[in-house]
């Protein structure tokens, strides 16, 4: 769908796949005006096909839009897309067990235009992907690498917006944790260096011994993970007590030192929820990578993917149909 100033949305078009005619001076190769979504879309066992809480990642793609002065996509617009997309070939959304379609939905600056200001010309697209199992052999806890020589974000900054710039400032560590044997890298804020954000690409979860389950409170600087807040729901839902606050990167090591912490997960779209095994850090390591996945992750995984999957009541009206 195109956007210009003048004229708003208009053309929405579904086309073959293929490479995208870009004018040089276009304000997303210079300024990096990009924003994205990622969202899946899962089939059920009657051939329905549904998407996941799409009004919140429409939400997300908007407030990720104002923080990059780009346009403001309609809600029902940004799900209207995902429908387009399977109405095409709908035969693109797996059947296998725990298998999906991916959207990769993104909006550009498309604006011929070299200095510093809003875009008056813009562009959305949305491609999509087929994605396996992410635990082909049964869910793996995975190591992490704190990071304590870069943050992904800072104070003010673009933190908590869905855009390619912080995933950039995410590679290189990323690349660093890769080389360590960790599977990702976490991140501590960016002002203190001393409290969890989150990690490249998923928010991070502790659960205490107590039933008590804890998570970084949204800082202006981590994404407002759509999986984390089904999650913190779920949880509720259990009866678990659920603290949304600060955690220092002491609290997880001193915690899994001493037994108090039981489980530590992280979750994501992708992955929905990866148990964390072992974190590592320049002078230390805490957890033990072969210990088998925790009995609460494992529960609260289940459960939203029984959900997902429509295995299991959808009690908070959370699946939207595409099919
Ligand atoms: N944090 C970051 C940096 C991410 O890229 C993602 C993946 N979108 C998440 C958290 C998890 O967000 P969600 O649950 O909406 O996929």
Redesign the pocket.
Known sequence: IQWDKANGWHDARVHAYGPLALDPAASVLHYGQEIFE?IKAYRHADGSIWTFRPDANGARLQRSAARLTLPQLPVAEFTESLRQLIAVDHAWVPSAAESSLYFRPFMIATEAFLGMRAAQAAAYYVIASPAGAYFAKGVAPVSIWLSEDYARAAKGGTGAA?CGG?YAASLLPQMEAQALGCSQVLFLDPVEGKYLE??????VFLVYRDGRIVTPALSGS??E????ESILQLARDRGLQVEERKVSVDEWKDGVVSGEISEVFA????AVITPIGQLKGKDFAVGDIDAPAGEVTMAIRKELTDIQYGRVPDRHGWLVRLR
């Open positions: 990622g869905k912080n989150e990690l490249g690409g998923m928010n981590i994404l993970g759509i999986t984390r979750c994501g779209t992708a």
